[in-house]
Structure formats: structure tokens, C-alpha cells
């Protein structure tokens, strides 16, 4: 139920006037008191509300605005509100990012962020949430130039919580951007501070510890990937949101499908789609099934992993995202190759190479050239084939990855073994050896 805040004296003006305009538009939408009530608070609370004898907390408010069909600033134009109507926009936009939103979450911000009556601490706040929007949409130059701002406000004030809070974004910037030995250099910052300052926040300190985790895997040090996500779920498992579960169970998933251990990893991952469906988090939702399906494939279980490949596109064509959406393309694309069908395999190829050209992720490319060049050399292809396995080991390779450079070797030594060139094959058969020797020496 949400929360209710009474105020036992009138201040001036201010509870009237919000009461007296949610009085007005429910009456004049014809919406009784339970009507707009309904189990989120009783019809007495919110009678006490419009007589101006009862303030609506944040949440409150807004759900008595999405029922009257207002933006909630509708019933805060009272200057004595400005506040708590910032509060809410701070809100909403959190909000916004949460349902994957970061257009409108950074259009919020924006405008809060122009108003130039704002106290320093909102306005740093207001930065770390349009941070995280700039980095839901993939802007992240400019999210670290917001994170620095705010950075710099935070420590000159001595906000250590929020300084955290900044600290573990800024290292999700440097991630995104895969420079993980600067990502590792923030969140180990941010643990420290979380530590130093003795915060009790058991959701930060579960998001910081994963975020860590994250750089064992990308390491390939599996054993320590685990082990970092598992303490990270341990440290909060009981007040998670959804979310960061969610992200921890994907994390475990792919850890486990490295390892080996198909069984575990295909448990976390059906763990992770519920929670991220349940969301409708529809990015995360078609990263899970290209996981899955990509989990199914190896498995030799192609008609499932298509069915996942191919639903998780048509997720990200219906939102319009181009970054993810080449991986799934060429998954379906190899599925439909493991399955037989060699001229479905090389139209649906074809679709994902020209959707690769509009992807910022160069995992993306990576993932639409190995394809290609399995496709073609199938096709009796190859020299396109060799030249399609060429750019992903330089891709792979400029992205420092042993974990790819190994599957795409391996994939062109069966290719080049398919067109009797047995000397080249056994080179990029070894290759394959080393880059995995490589990652597994790490984990």
C-alpha cells in the first residue's frame, strides 16, 4: 500500500490548493473517491487529501495522477511545492529508466536541470540520473562528462553516499566503453567508500560487487565470476529489486555456460528472462533468449535455440534497437544452417550483416561476421568465407577477448578443413588452442 503521510495543520495554501485541483479533475472524469483509490489507499485518506487535512506522499501523488489522466506537475504549480515536484520528476525518470525508457528519463533531467533555482544536492542527483539514461541510450562520452560534474560537486560537499553511488556509475561508463581496468579502478573506489563511510545499503553494495564480478568474466576467470555473483546476491538476495537480480542471475548463466555446466547455466538463465519479462524490460528480455538460445545451440538443440534467436528479434525491431539485434539475426542465421536449411541460413545472414553496419557494439559485428563466414563456407564460398572470419579475429582481437579469437579460429579451421587446406586449418586450430589455454590459465 502506498505510503501516506498526514499533516496534522494546514500550511498556507499549499494542501488546499493540491486538494482542491484533485478534487476538481475527479469530478469533472466522474471518478468516485474509490474509484481513484482503489487498494492503494483508503477513499477516507483521500477525501482528507482534497479537504487540504492530509499531504500525499511522492508515490501517492503519483498514482492519483497517472488515475486523473495529469502529469503530476498539474497539481504542483504551487511554488510552495517545488520540491516535492522535483522529487517526483527525480522519480519519475528513475522510473523511466526502469521500464528502459532512457529517452524520455534524459528529456526529464534536462529540463530539471535548466531550472536555476535547484539546490546543489538535487542538481547532482539530478545528474546521476540522466548519467544513467545517457547510458541506457549508449551516449557514454557524455554520460562521464555528466558523472564528472556531479562527482566533482559530490566529494566538495562531502556526500558520501551519493558519491558512491556516482563512483559505480562512472565505472558502468568505462565498462560500456570496454575498458575494464578503468571500470575496476571506480568500483573498487566505490567499494571503498561504500566501506569507509559505513553505509548500510545492501542494494548498492549487491550492484557494486556484481559489477566487479563482471570483470573476472570478461577476464575469463570464471571461478571468481561465480563466486563474485553468488556473494553479491548473498550480500542483498532478500531486498533485490527485480532488476539487479535479474542481472545477477544472467551473469551466473553465462559464467556456468563457460564452465561447462549447461545444466546451471540454463537454470539462471530461464531465472533471469522471468524476472526480466516480468519487467518488461524488452532489451534484456532479448539478451537473455540470444543467451539461451545461443546455450540451446551449442547443445546441438537448433530448432529451440531458433525459436529463441528469433523471438528476441522481433522484441528488438518492435523498440528499435539496432545494437543487440544483429547477435539474434545471426544466431537465427546459424540455427537455420545447423538445422539444414542453407538458403534460409544465408538470406536471414545476410539481414544481420546489414544490421551490424547500423550497431555501435562491436560484439554485434563480431557475432554477424563468424556467422557469415560459417554460412558461405557452407555455401562453398571461400574465399568470402575467409575474408568474413578475417574481420572477426580482428575484431575479437581489438577487443582483447581470448574467449572469441578462440571460437572464431576454431570455426575457420573446420571451414578451411571442409576446403582440403589442411595446413592453414592446423594453424587455426592451434590458435583456437592457445587463445583458450589463454582464458582458461586466467580462470
Not at 500500500?1 to 496534522?8: K, L, W
Not at 504549480?77 to 525518470?93: G, I, K, T, V
Not at 546455450?295 to 537448433?302: C, D, K, Y
Amino acid at each position: 500500500m502506498a505510503t501516506q503521510v498526514r499533516v496534522n495543520h494546514r500550511s498556507p495554501r499549499t494542501p488546499e490548493q493540491l486538494g482542491a485541483r484533485i478534487r476538481k479533475v475527479r469530478m469533472e472524469l466522474g471518478l468516485s473517491l474509490a474509484g481513484v483509490a482503489q487498494k492503494d489507499f483508503s477513499r477516507a485518506f483521500l477525501n482528507q487529501v482534497e479537504l487540504g487535512r492530509a499531504r500525499p506522499s511522492t508515490r501517492t501523488l503519483q498514482i492519483i495522477a497517472e488515475r486523473l489522466h495529469r502529469p503530476v506537475e498539474y497539481f504542483l504549480q504551487d511554488p510552495q511545492n517545488s520540491a516535492a515536484a522535483l522529487e517526483l520528476r527525480l522519480a519519475e525518470a528513475g522510473t523511466r529508466i526502469r521500464q528502459g525508457d532512457g529517452e524520455r528519463a534524459r528529456h526529464l533531467m534536462t529540463q530539471l536541470l535548466a531550472l536555476s533555482q535547484i539546490s546543489p544536492e538535487i542538481r547532482a542527483r539530478a545528474q546521476l540520473v540522466l548519467a544513467e539514461a545517457l547510458l541506457r541510450l549508449r551516449a557514454i562520452p557524455e554520460a562521464i562528462e555528466v558523472l564528472e560534474l556531479a562527482i566533482k560537486a559530490s566529494e566538495a560537499s562531502g556526500w558520501r553516499a551519493l558519491s558512491v553511488e556516482l563512483y559505480d556509475r562512472m565505472g558502468t561508463a568505462y565498462y560500456s566503453l570496454r575498458r575494464p581496468h578503468e571500470a575496476g579502478r571506480w568500483w573498487d573506489k566505490a567499494l571503498g567508500g561504500y566501506e569507509d563511510a559505513g553505509l548500510t545499503d545492501p542494494l548498492l553494495k549487491a550492484r557494486i560487487l556484481g559489477h566487479r564480478a563482471n570483470l573476472h568474466y570478461i577476464a575469463g576467470a570464471m571461478r571468481e565470476a561465480i563466486a563474485g555473483y553468488q556473494t553479491a546476491i548473498a550480500a542483498a538476495e532478500h531486498v533485490l529489486d527485480m532488476q539487479a537480480l535479474g542481472g545477477l542471475y544472467e551473469g551466473l548463466a553465462m559464467s556456468f555456460q563457460k564452465t561447462g555446466d549447461v545444466t546451471r547455466a540454463l537454470e539462471y538463465a530461464q531465472r533471469s528472462l522471468r524476472l526480466f519479462d516480468t519487467l518488461r524490460d524488452v532489451r534484456m528480455s532479448a539478451q537473455l533468449r540470444n543467451n539461451m538460445a545461443e546455450i540451446l545451440l551449442s547443445q546441438g538443440r537448433a530448432l529451440e535455440a531458433e525459436t529463441l534467436f528469433l523471438a528476441g528479434a522481433e522484441q528488438l525491431e518492435h523498440v528499435g534497437d539496432r545494437d543487440l539485434l544483429p547477435h539474434l539475426l545471426a544466431g537465427a542465421a546459424e540455427a537455420a544452417l545447423d538445422r539444414g536449411d542453407a538458403t534460409l541460413a544465408s538470406s536471414r545472414m545476410a539481414v544481420a550483416l546489414k544490421a551490424a553496419q547500423s550497431s555501435t557494439d562491436p560484439t554485434a559485428k563480431l557475432a554477424a561476421e563468424r556467422a557469415a563466414g560459417r554460412v558461405t563456407a557452407a555455401a562453398g564460398e571461400a574465399k568470402e568465407a575467409c575474408e568474413h572470419f578475417e574481420r572477426a579475429l580482428e575484431i575479437a582481437s581489438s577487443l582483447d577477448s581470448a574467449i572469441d579469437i578462440s571460437r572464431v579460429a576454431f570455426d575457420y579451421a573446420r571451414a578451411l578443413e571442409d576446403q582440403g587446406d589442411a595446413t592453414q586449418a592446423l594453424a587455426r586450430y592451434r590458435q583456437a588452442y592457445n587463445a583458450r589455454h589463454a582464458a582458461n590459465r586466467l580462470s
